[in-house]
């Protein structure tokens, strides 16, 4: 059974800096694309980076220059390193294996950035 466990979230004020991780389980991990997702309130899901087992990564344009997404296969984990945060990355991150978008999600963790 896969399992996603992310944690990292918090308040940060605006162009403070926050990482992510998501610890998985199962033997899916090192064969597996993996991304972070999030959600603001009122609005949809939407993806924010990806990075492929051959380590290939991909950002959503909103998040480019600010963020990086990287994994440990050996620790079975990805993180998501976010800097010069703006109030309107404020949403539940979401850590998800497979596709974009994979049939696994984590729990969600929230990151709000605040004055």
């Known amino acids: 059974q896969v399992q996603l466990v992310e944690s990292g979230g918090g308040l940060v004020q605006p162009g403070g800096s926050l990482r992510l991780s998501c610890a998985a389980s199962?033997?899916?991990?090192?064969?597996?694309?993996m991304s972070w997702y999030r959600q603001a309130p009122g609005k949809q899901r939407e993806l924010v980076a990806t990075?492929?087992?051959?380590?290939?990564?991909n950002y959503a344009d909103s998040v480019k220059g600010r963020f990086t997404i990287s994994r440990d296969n050996a620790k079975v984990s990805v993180y998501l390193q976010m800097n010069s945060l703006k109030p309107e990355d404020t949403a539940v991150y979401y850590c998800?294996?497979?596709?974009?978008?994979?049939?696994?999600w984590g729990q969600g963790t929230q990151v709000t950035v605040s004055s």
């Open positions: 998800n294996a497979g596709g974009p978008p994979g049939a696994y």
């Open positions: 990075i492929t087992s051959g380590l290939r990564t």
């Open positions: 199962g033997r899916f991990f090192s064969s597996s694309a």
